[in-house]
């Protein structure tokens, strides 16, 4: 049969083919925070720190350098909980195929799956720019795109997916192809096939709601691209060694995608904006857009966001800052749906993964939708040591609704850069919390390493590039629940 190639299916095939290009992360597309766990509220500077602590934007990394200039940023990540990324190659890509697994295959891969979450960020900066300017204040500008990517299934819907109407935790009996109704029974399937016709659907006599079958479980996404721009200064001054600076930035936000399902209590919620190009989920969530396909990067909804910060310098080397950013919304007019809860005592049997479910899945037109940007408090502390070869922090990241591409549960991260050599900068760290979280298993977490390598050139640090990752045990130690990262920067000028 077509493998159906949804945005559920390519988010779990995706840990698989890009293990090391796409987990929440606090330091958005700053290359130079990733590795050392993204801490970044007192630490990063210039357009950097749009989106972390607008306050920064007044600081400055010298006093000889008043321009910044920055060039094709990125940073992505994928967190698999509680699987290895063999696992996806043995049940998801190989589920796709309907004669490659067999049904207890696929129960072993419906159980190991059930309760996992997987999450997938993408940030990527393809400019950014600041100036320093002691007597009027600093700006700085950048454009982001910002991918968000969140699933976690009970083992209702991983049964489904990986069994369609044979899943036995949900149809009891089966109707074959001669139209006899008999016992869903595993043992029988072959017998089933050569005597009664093969099997045609699954059957429940007392029906099944599309929210019994999502229970507990949610899938968000969230694609934008924001315009930013940042104000801060040096609000006062008590000696060289004492300051408060304070900052402001405005971003307008175009939303490309946003999809916010949950079911609690056997009922289902949920709504969905797309852009036309983005076919693959039609093929699996049955939406039927109103306009044509090609109208690639077509924004289906736009918004303005608003952060705020303030940052203290104490005795010259030691910072303690805290902000409040993404204030605001975005307003999607352009093909949004809800969905609709559906009950059903019958599905048509469909080998595939995820088989069928565009059969029983219902959506509803409606008008335009407001959601919130994911709004989060930080909070951090940094000191340098050394004569500055040294700088380390540490923040805490709450956030403040659960708008898809937030985070579950509050950030704690712990890191620091150490200069080894004048033109080199090691970091490392670590982190808890975030998106290494499953919802239905009560937010279990993990220990994150990251680590970066810098590379700073020219009279007072004019030239900077490097790379990083967020967790760099599980490319050397290889272990259950890994998450794959990567962050670069190309160029990054100071003048």
């Not at 924001?226 to 004492?242: I, N, P, T, V």
């Not at 950013?325 to 469909?350: E, K, L, P, Q």
């Not at 037109?365 to 500055?388: D, N």
Request: charged letters at 15%; a positive charge; glycine letters at 12%.
């Amino acid at each position: 049969m077509k493998k159906q190639f949804t945005l559920f299916t390519s988010g779990l095939c995706c840990l698989l083919f890009l293990h090391t290009t796409l987990f929440a992360q606090i330091e958005n597309a700053a290359y130079n925070a990733t590795g050392r766990a993204g801490v970044g509220t007192t630490m990063l500077t210039d357009y950097q720190a749009l989106g972390v602590n607008p306050a920064n934007i007044g600081i400055r990394y010298n006093e000889t350098k008043n321009f910044t200039l920055g060039l094709f940023e990125g940073t992505g990540s994928v967190f698999l909980q509680g699987v290895k990324a063999s696992d996806v190659s043995t049940y998801i890509q190989s589920g796709s195929n309907s004669d490659s697994l067999n049904y207890f295959q696929r129960l072993e891969g419906a159980q190991k799956f059930s309760g996992k979450t997987f999450g997938a960020n993408i940030d990527v900066m393809p400019i950014g720019f600041a100036y320093n300017n002691d007597k009027i204040g600093s700006f700085a500008f950048n454009v982001k795109t910002s991918f968000r990517y969140f699933m976690d299934f009970n083992l209702n819907f991983t049964q489904f997916a990986f069994s369609s109407a044979t899943a036995t935790n949900l149809f009891p009996q089966l109707i074959t192809g001669n139209q006899d109704t008999v016992a869903n029974d595993p043992n029988q399937y072959q017998n089933y096939i050569n005597n009664n016709g093969g099997i045609k659907a699954g059957y429940n006599k007392n029906g099944l709601s599309l929210g019994s079958i999502l229970d507990n479980s949610k899938y968000k996404l969230s694609w934008t691209t924001e315009y930013a721009l940042g104000y801060g200064r040096k609000l006062l001054s008590l000696d060289e060694q004492h300051a408060l600076y304070a900052g402001v930035a405005v971003k307008y936000v175009q939303g490309l995608g946003y999809v916010d399902i949950s079911a609690k209590n056997g009922r289902i919620s949920g709504v969905a904006s797309y852009m036309p190009s983005l076919t693959q989920l039609d093929s699996l969530l049955n939406i039927k857009t109103t306009q044509q396909a090609n109208s690639y990067y077509k924004p289906v909804g736009q918004g303005l966001g608003f952060d705020v910060g303030l940052t203290a310098e104490l005795f010259h080397d030691i910072r303690v800052g805290a902000s409040v950013v993404n204030i605001g919304s975005i307003t999607y007019r352009d093909n949004v749906y809800n969905v609709s809860d559906t009950v059903f005592t019958t599905v048509a049997y469909n080998s595939d993964f995820l088989g069928g479910f565009d059969k029983i899945v219902k959506w509803e037109k409606r008008g335009s939708v407001v959601v919130p940007l994911a709004t989060q408090l930080r909070i951090g502390a940094s000191a340098m040591l050394l004569e500055k070869r040294i700088q380390v922090g540490i923040d805490y990241v709450q956030p403040l609704n659960t708008a898809a591409g937030n985070y579950n549960t509050a950030v704690w991260a712990i890191g620091g850069d150490f200069f080894v050599l004048r033109w080199l900068r090691l970091s490392t760290g670590s982190s808890i919390g975030g998106n290494i979280a499953s919802v239905s298993q009560g937010y279990n977490t993990r220990l994150a390493i990251p680590f970066g390598i810098g590379i700073v050139l020219g009279e007072d640090g004019g030239f900077e590039m490097g790379i990083s990752t967020r967790d760099v045990s599980t490319y050397f130690i290889g272990q259950s629940s890994p998450l794959y990262s990567a962050a670069i920067g190309l160029m990054r000028f100071r003048f």
